[in-house]
């Protein structure tokens, strides 16, 4: 076989191995990307009508009396 055709077969074998798209590592990237995105959680805040309705809940929960603060204006 002629030197020019081994060329050419070795010249097309690396041309469409360098095209050549691997869907499974695009997925995957696209999975891990989704992934990494910071999401932002805002906390549920509940109003209590009075400082010791908001002790009361707390130690229900079983938290410390210390977790409540009065409301900001």
Not at 34 to 63: D, F, H, K, N
Request: hydrophobic share 45%; proline share 4%.
């Amino acid at each position: 076989m002629p030197l020019f055709f081994i060329i050419a077969i070795g010249a097309g074998a690396f041309t469409l191995g360098a095209t050549a798209v691997d869907v499974t590592s695009d997925v995957n990237a696209q999975k891990r990307d989704e992934s990494a995105q910071v999401r932002q959680v805002q906390p549920q805040q509940q109003g209590y009508t009075s400082m010791a309705e908001c002790q009361a809940a707390a130690a229900a929960q079983g938290l410390s009396a210390n977790v409540c603060q009065p409301a900001k204006s």
